[in-house]
């Protein structure tokens, strides 16, 4: 520890403040409950939300400052007093395993050798309102796969639903995933932060981490925080008419050892959207979501409880819902839709109704050898979709599926030997199936339960400049299916799959500012219940699909390799990766199409390839002035089918997206900002012809504005956020919008949004 | 140790969780009441009369159809009733019933192919005085050969140009019914 310095000036009364701020230097956050102690004047104190501080009553004279925060290294400052301006202290993150940061109970970060992406707190805030697939879609390299304008699924380096994992508050996201027009049923506001893991993540997470994983995490429980804290976020938009709030509220007992809690709720509501020319009628959405947690620590010991529950209802495009082949033809033909009403915030079926409940119980110990952590997960997803019907049957649900998943983690993190540290673990889950009777129709897929356990073991070493990791896991999964054969018997197959998986990861820091990370790693995936069993037509699509219950396990390799650069003003980060899936499986075309009583239908079964993925995402930013903030994001993708030495089918387009901020610089408490971008969208010229019924719709380009204002109201922050998309009102057609084949996307929307923390 | 106390409270909590699962996880076979295996056309003309069926047992299955060919008089005028029927119960259900109750929602239409010299004509109406296609005089004209394709659509637009005269092109809706193959039709 640094000495008191001179205390020279001894005559002047010590009435003099020290304030400033504390920001990570690479990010440029504020760092919240970051401990600030004067050496010598010996007093101290910790940052606000802001990242601010304050400490009065200093006396002239020079000393040092002494900066903590956890996971970063430690600074000393020294400090003369009187200070002409506010003090910024930038915070570089420790690059030690992150799980050194991660406090016991919080969910475990994903490895750091892969390449990684994140929605701040900020980030989030200024998207509030939106779905977590739109909110997502923010994040280079990740898109978004839509069936209208309010289902969105998040798409990574190309692979969505069963080919990427999503970690809702540390647990996997148990729902139908299969399905396209299924989205997570998350609400992304619960979040303080969203990552993407863009590497095969299948050591540490299990099967189905091929593509990445998206973790959507809850802040740690304020033990430390004495007063009541949350905040309340509001937001409306024209198109849709649409309207969101969102609260939480937190607190604690103020003591370290102590108990905490939070409580958190959103509630959505949106009528029929609108695209230039015309309403989308049935399209609104009704959503409310809550959440609660509480939590207890004492000595080494901690046990938290948390539920959450999701429930939505989303209408279905009215002219998406179709009754065969002819009717497909008219639709493409039709400039518009075919049904086209008045605004209205009714939601008529086609529609969905989804609920979703989780509750997780952790339980942590720290000990002389690490910490171990067990975690228990119940989630329950019931789906619901009610169709247009014959005979008053539109009230009895088309598809009702009942998906209970109950889950177990035991997770051991080593205390750091030497330069060696790791985690070791298993996972066992046990999911359950049920269609619910009575829908008149013959379910789409069949019952089943099905267990999943696995082992893991991850290492790593850790040098100054250089880090190396390796990881390998076992899995199994057996499962039952419970469906009719041709003659209507019952039959009862069971299905087994073994698996291992390893990785390696590598991080490098040549020199100040400069990191690279390379990862290799295996996932695999069985095949999914759905592809195996599917039976029966689908709507919207006019295709009747069948499953295969031939279907092996896909591999998959994937090499990710990412650059962070951040030097003067610019800042940016690269990642590069080539992905190989042998026994791929997708949707085929059948020659022969099945003539039933509603016409011809075009068949799809579902078959394996092999396929080969590579591409890049960048993102760049220049700070040019202190008024002036450039930024460019982009990402590029190229995918084959190796087999048929053709390409694969419904791949994001090439995409870049430009922006310019211009923020006034005020002196006190208050931000101000205009931000403009620009985002192009080329035409996806690589699909396989004679495939789709129609082929990928032209490029676009769009225009944004946002407008923010933040300051004070009674001591606490709030923000007002005026944001315009779409400005020019173009009309366009996105490839991966399942329903293009019927409208085009939302007009322009201005959206008005209203923070406040406190 | 505190550990194992830890697991084995964990374990027993799980196995309450479990305890209280579905024990039954067999399907149970839906009654599909919508489904629709049978389009039946009766023709009567003055005392004779006949059917003609376009028959799929299977539903969306991979068995094909089965199409009875229709044999018309030229210059003749059949009165031809419509009955949609589901046959994989037992007795049939009557479709035809329902689309009558709602009548608004439903309209057939008849499209001739290869230059069939058949013109039709809605008999019938619904509540608000549209065509529903469940009764419809068919008079057969020059002697020849051609295809007969019967629609039902759900939901269609009737105030839309020529949908009540029978033309399908601007009805949009839902196709609930599409005889493919076509009724194979011979005027003598």
Excluded at chain 1, 276 to 297: C, R, V
Excluded at chain 1, 549 to 558: G, P, V
Aim: proline residues 4%; aromatic residues 10%; charged residues 20%.
């Amino acid at each position: 520890m640094a000495k008191a310095s001179g205390t020279l000036a001894q005559a002047q009364p010590c009435n003099l403040t020290l304030q400033g701020t504390v920001i990570d230097m690479s990010t440029k956050e504020a760092l919240p409950i970051a401990a600030i102690w004067l050496v010598g004047p010996e007093k101290g104190t910790t940052t606000d939300e802001k990242g601010r501080f304050n400490i009065k009553g200093l006396c002239a004279g020079t000393f040092t400052a002494d900066i903590h925060y956890l996971g970063y290294k430690e600074k000393h400052l020294t400090i003369t007093l009187p200070l002409q301006n506010e003090l910024f202290v930038l915070m570089e993150e420790d690059d030690v395993l992150i799980d050194e940061v991660t406090v016991q109970g919080e969910a475990i970060s994903p490895d750091k050798t892969q390449s990684e992406v994140t929605l701040s707190e900020t980030q989030l805030a200024r998207a509030s309102g939106k779905s977590l697939g739109e909110s997502l879609q923010e994040l280079p390299g990740v898109s978004s796969l839509k069936t209208g304008p309010t289902i969105s699924k998040p798409i990574i380096n190309g692979l969505h639903s069963n080919r990427i994992l999503i970690l809702n508050n540390g647990l996997r996201q148990e729902g139908q995933q299969w399905g396209t027009e299924h989205a997570p049923e998350i609400d992304p506001m619960m979040a303080t932060q969203i990552s993407v893991v863009k590497g095969a993540a299948a050591v540490r997470y299990g099967p189905e981490a091929i593509g990445g994983i998206v973790v959507v995490e809850p802040p740690a429980l304020p033990y430390e925080h004495k007063h009541l804290h949350g905040n309340v976020r509001l937001m409306a938009a024209d198109n849709g008419r649409m309207g969101s709030a969102s609260t939480t509220l937190q607190g604690g007992l103020g003591k370290a050892e102590s108990v905490a809690w939070r409580l958190q709720a959103t509630g959505r509501r949106a009528g029929d959207f609108k695209a230039p020319d015309y309403m989308l009628t049935n399209t609104g959405l009704k959503e409310a979501d809550f959440s609660g947690a509480i939590g207890y620590k004492k000595n080494d010991w901690l046990a938290e409880a948390y539920y959450s529950k999701f429930t939505t209802e989303l209408g279905i495009l009215r002219s998406a819902h179709i009754g065969n082949l002819t009717d497909l033809q008219a639709a493409f033909e039709s400039e518009r839709p075919l049904i086209v009403e008045d605004f209205s915030y009714k939601i008529d079926n086609p529609r969905q109704e989804i609920s979703h409940d989780l509750a997780k119980a952790t339980f942590g110990k720290k000990g002389r050898l690490g910490d171990i952590k067990l975690v228990y997960g119940y989630q329950r997803n019931i789906r619901k979709e009610f169709d247009i019907r014959r005979g008053g049957r539109g009230e009895t649900p088309a598809l009702h599926m009942d998906l209970l998943t109950h889950s177990t983690d035991l997770i051991w993190e080593q205390r750091t030997w030497q330069k060696l540290r790791g985690q070791i673990g298993g996972s066992f889950i046990y999911q359950e199936n049920r269609n619910v009777p009575g829908t008149g129709i013959e379910p789409l897929i069949p019952n089943y339960n099905s267990a999943t356990s696995g082992v893991f073991v991850i290492e790593r070493w850790m040098e100054d400049r250089w880090e190396i990791e390796a990881g390998l896991r076992f899995d199994n999964r057996a499962f039952q299916v419970f469906t009719f054969d041709e003659n209507n018997e019952v039959i009862r197959p069971k299905y087994n799959f073994n698996n291992f998986s390893g990785s390696v990861g590598l991080v490098l820091k040549p020199a100040d500012g400069w990191k690279v990370t390379s990862n290799l790693g295996t996932a695999w995936r069985p095949p999914n219940v759905s592809e195996l069993y599917s039976q029966g037509l689908h709507h919207g699509a006019a295709t009747i699909e069948e499953g295969n219950t031939e279907l092996d396990t896909e591999q998959a390799l994937k090499w990710i390799n990412q650059l962070l650069v951040r030097k003067g003003i610019w800042s940016a980060e690269v990642s590069i990766y080539a992905q190989k899936i042998d026994n791929y499986i997708y949707l085929q075309p059948q020659p022969e199409p099945r003539l039933t009583i509603r016409g011809a239908f075009p068949v799809y079964s579902y078959v394996q390839t092999d396929a080969f993925i590579a591409g890049t995402d960048v993102s760049l930013s220049a700070q040019l002035s202190k008024q002036w903030q450039y930024s460019l994001k982009g990402s590029l993708i190229r995918a084959k089918d190796v087999s048929k030495d053709d390409f694969l089918i419904f791949m994001p387009g090439d995409r870049v997206q430009n922006s310019v901020t211009w923020s006034y610089p005020f002196q006190s408490k208050r931000t101000f900002f205009v931000s403009a971008s620009h985002s192009l969208v080329r035409r996806q010229n690589r699909y396989p012809s004679g495939v789709d019924y129609v082929d990928p719709p032209k490029g676009y380009q769009l225009f944004g504005l946002n407008v923010g204002y933040g300051s004070q109201l009674f001591g606490n922050d709030y923000e007002i956020y005026l944001e315009g998309t779409n400005l020019l009102n173009t009309s366009y057609r996105e490839y991966l919008n399942r329903f293009r084949y019927y409208a085009d996307e939302l007009g322009r929307t201005i959206t008005i949004r209203f923070n406040y923390k406190f | 140790m505190m550990k194992t106390q830890f697991a084995s409270s964990f374990l027993f909590a799980t196995l309450l969780l479990f305890g209280s699962c579905n024990d039954d996880p067999d399907p149970v076979k839906e009654n599909e009441e919508e489904l629709i295996t049978t389009v039946r056309l009766t023709f009567t003309e003055g005392t004779n009369s006949f059917v003609a069926e376009w028959k799929d047992a299977d539903g969306d299955g991979a068995n094909l159809p089965t199409v009875d060919d229709i044999s018309l008089e030229a210059g003749k005028t059949y009165a031809v009733s419509v009955e949609l029927l589901n046959e994989s119960t037992t007795p049939a259900d009557d479709i035809s019933a329902e689309v009558s109750e709602e009548g608004t929602e439903h309209q057939f239409f008849f499209i001739t192919g290869d230059g069939l010299a058949l013109t039709t004509t809605y008999d019938d109406q619904d509540a608000d005085g549209y065509p529903i296609g469940l009764q419809n005089t068919f008079v057969a004209g020059v002697a020849g050969s051609g295809t007969l394709t019967v629609i039902l659509r759900h939901e269609p637009n009737k105030t839309a140009a020529g949908v009540s005269d029978g033309d399908a092109a601007n009805a949009a809706g839902e196709t609930d019914v599409e005889t493919a193959p076509p009724f194979n039709v011979t005027i003598q």
